[in-house]
């Protein structure tokens, strides 16, 4: 529904579709499928297994920065220079937000859950233990950024209509960041596990785009 907003409003140019900006759109949306895919799978259940779960999982973040790693591979294997994702920005904002309620009704089934607190808004998922409801404290963030998305597309911001996917990932990235501190995951380093690294390579990823695309429009 966002997607077909955004495009039909034309709050984003048509230019800025993977259609229009690739020579080979089914192979570059196979790619990220793929990606996405392999790198949910990978991360899931890896951190599943770090922490005792033996079970295949997926994961959220994982899957993102799957599906980067392959549109970064296929585009400097294509020749395509610039950003193609600003048309998904608002999409994945919107699934995270929706998704993450989704967890959240999940109870303890698909190991989301927040670990043990006394805050007011704790919740029982039924297990007698109170605890964090980390899924709509990342449901809120991508909520918040979805208008804010919405908000700077509709004023025709320049700065948000070429670094909007950049912004969106490095906002993903800090926010689950922050979250993943009040989660019962293993930790690998320190007291960081392992979505905290995957989170900090999207945010490194994000500022270092940003920056070069900066760069260019200055050099220009």
């Not at 920065?65 to 400097?76: D, Q």
């Not at 109870?107 to 007011?120: E, I």
């Not at 109170?130 to 990342?138: G, K």
């Amino acid at each position: 529904m966002a997607v077909f907003w955004l495009t039909t409003r034309h709050l984003i140019p048509a230019t800025a579709l993977p259609a229009h900006r690739v020579s080979h759109p089914g192979a570059y949306a196979i790619a990220a499928g793929c990606g996405a895919l392999c790198g949910a799978m990978f991360f899931g259940t890896a951190n599943a297994l770090l922490s005792g779960e033996r079970a295949i999982g997926f994961s959220m973040v994982g899957g993102l920065a799957g599906a980067i790693a392959a549109v970064e591979a296929f585009k400097r294997m294509t020749g395509v220079s610039g950003s193609t994702g600003i048309v998904f920005a608002a999409p994945f904002a919107a699934t995270v937000a929706v998704g993450r309620l989704g967890c959240f009704f999940s109870g303890l089934a698909d190991f989301t859950y927040g670990t043990p607190t006394s805050v007011p808004w704790a919740v029982d998922f039924g297990d007698g233990i109170l605890r964090h409801p980390v899924q709509l404290y990342e449901s809120l963030a991508m909520a918040l950024m979805f208008v804010v998305l919405i908000w700077r597309f509709v004023a025709r911001d320049r700065f948000w209509l070429a670094n909007g996917f950049y912004l969106t990932v490095g906002w993903y990235a800090l926010q689950r960041f922050v979250w993943e501190f009040f989660k019962p995951y293993a930790t690998v380093i320190g007291p960081f596990n392992l979505f905290h690294v995957v989170c900090l390579g999207l945010l490194l990823y994000a500022a270092a785009m940003i920056r070069s695309r900066s760069g260019a429009c200055t050099t220009a």
